[in-house]
Nanobody, 124 residues
Framework: VQLQASGGGLVQPGGSLRLSCAAS????????IGWFRQAPGKEREGVLC????????VYADSVRGRFTISRDSAKNTFYLQMNSLKPEDTAVYYC??????????????????WGQGTQVTVSS
C-alpha cells in the first residue's frame, strides 16, 4: 500500500485544515487507518485512529472535539479534519494504515504502511 499525504500548510490559531491521505495498491476497506504527528523535539504520537470493522475511533485527549477522521471508499482516501487549531498542534502529520491495527489506542507499532508526512504550522 502506498500512501500520499497532502493538505498541510500555515494556518492562524482558530483556523481549520483538512489533511488528505490517498491510498494506492490496495483498498482501504481492509485496513484500520490513523493519523499521527510529531512536533519538534517530541516523539511521534497518535492523533486519531479508526477501526474499519466497527468504525470505532480513538482520539488523543488533546484533539477531542476539534479533530475528526473520515474515509471515502470511492476515492480510496481518508481525511483528518482539524478545527480550532492551536499553536501546539504544529507538527508533521503522518497518515498510516494497518491490518487489525486498532485495539484500544493509536499504537504506531501496529501500523504497517505510512505516508511521507505533511507539515502543519499554526501561527499568527
Amino acid at each position: 500500500v502506498q500512501l500520499q499525504a497532502s493538505g498541510g500548510g500555515l494556518v492562524q490559531p482558530g483556523g481549520s485544515l483538512r489533511l488528505s491521505c490517498a491510498a494506492s495498491g490496495s483498498t482501504l476497506n481492509y485496513y484500520d487507518i490513523g493519523w499521527f504527528r510529531q512536533a519538534p523535539g517530541k516523539e511521534r504520537e497518535g492523533v486519531l485512529c479508526n477501526r474499519v470493522a466497527d468504525d470505532k475511533v480513538v482520539y488523543a485527549d488533546s484533539v477531542r472535539g476539534r479533530f475528526t477522521i473520515s474515509r471515502d471508499s470511492a476515492k480510496n482516501t481518508f481525511y483528518l479534519q482539524m478545527n480550532s487549531l492551536k499553536p501546539e498542534d504544529t507538527a508533521v502529520y503522518y497518515c498510516a494504515v494497518g491490518s487489525l491495527a486498532l485495539i484500544n489506542r493509536c499504537d504506531e507499532a501496529k501500523y504497517d504502511y505510512w505516508g511521507q508526512g505533511t507539515q502543519v504550522t499554526v501561527s499568527s
